[in-house]
Nanobody
Framework: QVQLVESGGGLVQAGGSLRLSCAASGLTLSSAAMGWFRQAPGKEREFVAVIRWSRGMTYYADSVKGRFTISRDSAKNTFYLQMNSLKPEDTANYYC????????????????WGQGTQVTVSS
């Protein structure tokens, strides 16, 4: 059974930091693209960041580049999203995702989703 279990959301002031974690089980990660998406109320789910598990290559949405960092711990089958310099517009429900065949940047191509964790940034 595939599981993506997230943790680490919360409430933070603008300019603050949070780290999200996603623990993966029940799937082979070696060829997967593991990533983060977010969805604000009334908006579509949007891509945030992705990491290719085998090579560690990363890619970010322009809106978070330079502020967010995605990383992985292969020994723990866990990946992370370090979010710095948070802005009120970063407020959303954040989902981790596993794309087993694609680049991991398109929500419609994601194979598995985490349950979501709320991030709220106050001004």
């Amino acid at each position: 059974q595939v599981q993506l279990v997230e943790s680490g959301g919360g409430l933070v002031q603008a300019g603050g930091s949070l780290r999200l974690s996603c623990a993966a089980s029940g799937l082979t990660l070696s060829s997967a693209a593991m990533g983060w998406f977010r969805q604000a109320p009334g908006k579509e789910r949007e891509f945030v960041a992705v990491i290719r598990w085998s090579r560690g290559m990363t890619y970010y949405a322009d809106s978070v580049k330079g502020r967010f960092t995605i990383s992985r711990d292969s020994a723990k089958n866990t990946f992370y999203l370090q979010m710095n310099s948070l802005k009120p517009e970063d407020t959303a429900n954040y989902y981790c995702a596993a794309d087993l065949t694609g680049a991991g940047t398109i929500a419609g191509q994601v194979d598995y989703w985490g349950q979501g964790t709320q991030v709220t940034v106050s001004s």
